[in-house]
């Protein structure tokens, strides 16, 4: 071989293994793929891609981009760490101090708010901690702790662990003992074993809205503490950090536009008789 075609060959393979690094490797952890354009980005996420929202996003994103949605499920912490180390475009999450850190320490970029929903405190029908009576998320959680009745916990770092923590925090209560249970799942799998196993968990109200015909024993303790809305937002790679980032940066001017927005404020209202998140005005009242 001559040094001609040697050289053109490395290029070659470099450029493969580039195009591997950055976004073949999304292919393979694709949990699901929407749209069917040639190009392709990737998006880590947990519930909007769990309940459906990011196929409905993707595929009209699709109808005006020759471009498909790579999802990879991960919880808002598992996401961040996707990003950081460059194995998604782009993520839409909910945990706003990290979120914030991502943007000033360089790796991440376009931090846009993109809708809400709220997380509710639900148990046992019976409810034998007695948080209905509670005043606050905190004093709801104290009860808990108190009665030492089984409360479940992701446990995984996930944007719904980490507003957990926080209200443990303010509590003043490390929770520990045979009634907390920590699942290292995800929001629909902890919910289930809520359920079947009757005790308390903090569930978004979107997985509640989809779920709650399937789980006639649990109903809504708690819910109304300011504390408890949850502000999605979408952020994505720098430009040229990974080969899709520019197609990403698109997606998430897409998903903020009157079109996304609409999408968003109407799903599952259809299907449920409510929608299952509010949209980015919503939101800002709560943006933190």
Known sequence: MNVKRWIILSVALMFVSAVAMSAGYAQDQCTAVYGSGSA??????????ELGLLEVLGEAFSEGKNASLCWVKAGSGASLKLLKEKKVDMIMVHAPAAEKNAVADGWAIKRTLIGSNEFYIVGPANDPAGIAGAGSAVDAYARIAKAQVLFFSRGDNSGTHKKELT?????????????????????QATLRRAHDEQGYFMTDSSTWISDKRSLPTLKILFRGDTILINTYHALCQPAGATLAASIAAEFIDFVASEKGQDIIRNYGKQEYGEGLYNDADYAGRYEN
Request: net charge positive.
């Open 40 to 49: 392709s980005f990737s998006l880590a996420t947990g519930s909007p891609g």
């Open 167 to 187: 209200i443990w925090k303010m509590a003043g209560i490390t929770p520990l003992g045979s009634w907390y249970i920590v699942t290292k799942d995800f929001m």
